[in-house]
Structures are given as structure tokens and as C-alpha cells.
């Protein structure tokens, strides 16, 4: 079993900028594809975006593109999310999850994913 923990949430104004990072712990992250999902208040947890294991193939959902990157740290069993020009409409609790089985290419479904870490809260003020 992995454990996640993510870090880096926090209040920032619109337009600013805040970096969510991950360490997975506890089982071997080669092969695994990581993602990011958030959930606002009311709303279903959503896909944000996702990268392979070897960092060379990502994916995003469309309100993010152009604004956040995903990324992976060199030993793998980090991600990170840089979001830049954030929105009020980004403000959620973000999830960072590992893909259920390796070289798995890069899903976008939450059903994919088999370990969740317990969440940071992202707030962007207007």
C-alpha cells in the first residue's frame, strides 16, 4: 500500500500563484502514473490533471491548460502542481492519487486510481 501526503495549499488573491507537491511512501512508484483531483464544496471530485511515470506524457482538463503544469521530481515518487494565474473558481480541496497498476498510460478517470492522500485546501480569493 502507498501513502500519499500532499503540502503547499493555501489562501492566495486571483492571479497569484501557489505549488502542491506529493510524496508517495511504501510501495515502488516505478510504473505508476500520478495524478491530481479536486472537490469543491457540493460538486464531485473532478480531474485536474495527471502525469506518467517517466514524466514524458501529461494530461489536463480544459479549464487548467495553459495555467497549471504537472510535474515529477527525479526520483519519481514526487509530483508536484504548479497552478499559476489561479481563478476563485480553482478554490477546492485537491487530492493527489497513484494510477491502480503500473504502465498503465496516463488516466483521467477517478476510478483508476487506488490510493488518495487526505487532501489540501486551495482558497483563491476575488
Known amino acids: 500500500q502507498v501513502q500519499l501526503v500532499e503540502s503547499g495549499g493555501g489562501l492566495v488573491q486571483a492571479g497569484g500563484s501557489l505549488r502542491l507537491s506529493c510524496a508517495a511512501s511504501?510501495?515502488?512508484?516505478?510504473?505508476?502514473?500520478m495524478g491530481w483531483f479536486r472537490q469543491a464544496p457540493g460538486k464531485e471530485r473532478e480531474f485536474v490533471a495527471a502525469i506518467s511515470w517517466s514524466g514524458r506524457s501529461t494530461l489536463y482538463t480544459d479549464s487548467v491548460k495553459g495555467r497549471f503544469t504537472i510535474s515529477r521530481g527525479n526520483a519519481k515518487n514526487t509530483v508536484y502542481l504548479q497552478m499559476n494565474s489561479l481563478k476563485p473558481e480553482d478554490t477546492a480541496v485537491y487530492y493527489c492519487?497513484?494510477?491502480?497498476?503500473?504502465?498503465?498510460?496516463?488516466?483521467?478517470?477517478?476510478?483508476?486510481?487506488?490510493?488518495w492522500g487526505q487532501g489540501t485546501q486551495v482558497t483563491v480569493s476575488s
Open positions: 492519487a497513484t494510477d491502480g497498476r503500473p504502465w498503465g498510460g496516463v488516466p483521467e478517470s477517478r476510478n483508476e486510481y487506488d490510493c
Open positions: 511504501g510501495r515502488t512508484s516505478i510504473g505508476y502514473a
